[in-house]
């Protein structure tokens, strides 16, 4: 991992970082080819842990990426070398694997399951009713152990998905600001749909400030600000934070550092780890 510019933030104790990603060497980690949205770089545990230690970040919550499928080998290998005692993971699984799988994961310190979706997917009229059955039959498992589920949907799709995700009885995180487009403002009515779902029933929903150029357009991420004020103002206990690194289409650009600094802007997250096209 290349050198970027220092942050001007540093975590707080305890400090945990909520999303990212680690990506090992091909010849031992192979890509899904099936539905590979970009090219992962080369990002093994030991440099994020380096970049970590800069901010100040002790614990982690690993989180499988797209380019792997559902194959959670690189996560869990990487779990395995920091150790539970810091770290916990979000794997990508069928919804009917079997009870064994899933009681190997948890001892590995897994302790939820992506529903994961391009987030550059453009809109499909009744995807979101194809989707609920994985959805439903994940979250009665997912509760039956302690796990909990995290949502990457383009936006359209988190809009469509709101009267679901109402219903559910299980915590669940979702990714990057539920990926409505900054450009449209707090105002827009999907993530109106979001702040409401904060703030009703048993308040199960967790929002990731996290992801900002995924949605931004302004220099310096300016049009996210408002988005992540109007999420922590709305809600009385912290958001989780994250800087879902690797990200090589900042660096190719750029912009990683001025992506990493937003989030110590909105203030460094204290979250129990048990708790581009890519994703």
């Keep these: ?66 380019a792997y499928g559902r194959d959670n080998r690189c996560v869990l290998d990487a779990m395995r070398m920091i150790g539970t005692k810091n770290c916990r993971g979000i794997v990508d699984i069928d919804e009917n694997a079997p009870g064994a799988e899933l009681e190997r994961l948890n001892a590995a310190g897994v302790r939820g399951v992506r529903i994961n979706v391009p987030p550059v997917k453009p809109y499909e009229s009744g995807f979101a009713a194809k989707l609920l059955p994985r959805i439903e039959r994940l979250a009665g498992r997912c509760a039956e152990i302690g796990w909990q589920l995290d949502f990457l949907t383009p936006g359209w799709l988190t809009s469509e998905l709101m009267p679901a995700l109402g219903k559910l009885s299980l915590d669940f995180t979702i990714a990057h600001f539920g990926m409505f487009p900054a450009k449209d403002g707090v105002k827009q009515p999907g993530f109106q749909s979001l702040l409401e779902l904060l703030r009703s029933g048993e308040r199960h929903c967790w929002v990731k400030l996290t992801g900002v150029y995924r949605m931004s357009v302004a220099a310096g991420f300016a049009d996210v600000a408002p988005m992540a004020r109007a999420l922590i103002e709305n809600r009385a206990r912290p958001h989780r934070l994250g800087e879902r690194l690797p990200a090589p289409f900042l660096r190719r650009q750029g912009r990683l550092d001025r992506a990493v600094e937003p989030a110590g802007e909105m203030g460094a997250g204290r979250s129990d780890p048990a708790q581009d096209p890519g994703g």
């Design 1 to 66: 991992m290349p050198a970027e510019g220092d942050p001007d933030f540093k975590s707080p104790p305890a400090g945990c970082d909520c999303h990212f990603h680690v990506f090992g060497p091909a010849g031992l980690y192979p890509c899904d080819q099936a539905d590979l949205r970009y090219a992962p770089p080369v990002a093994p545990v030991e440099d994020f842990l380096a970049l970590a230690k800069k901010l100040g970040i002790e614990r982690f919550v690993f989180v499988q990426p797209s």
